[in-house]
């Protein structure tokens, strides 16, 4: 889970088994995390590290971005109405 911690254990503690994810290939050059200047000490492969481990990174430490088509950054959240689009 790369952003919606929260959520996910929202969705847990409802009893739910289903919840709305989006998948993504998490090493495509469109998918940013923690772009320059914000935090230079994380990184893709420390992510990855971090998760193969087991653990999870503490809150807020990492920021998400995806680069559009126009090249514009945005938050990665802006690839939650894709869930719509597969649940319809």
Not at 3 to 15: I, N, P, T, V
Not at 47 to 72: D, F, N, Y
Request: charged fraction near 20%; aromatic fraction near 2%.
């Amino acid at each position: 889970v790369i952003d919606g911690h929260h959520r996910l254990e929202l969705f847990k503690s409802a009893g739910l088994t289903i919840v709305p994810a989006v998948s993504v290939n998490y090493e495509h050059p469109d998918i940013l995390v923690s772009p320059p200047g914000l935090r230079p000490d994380v990184c893709k492969e420390m992510v990855i590290a971090t998760a193969v481990k087991g653990k999870t990174m503490e809150p807020k430490s990492t920021q998400h971005l995806v680069r559009s088509r126009g090249g514009a950054l945005l938050p990665i959240i802006v690839l939650a109405p894709q869930i719509a689009e597969v649940v319809k």
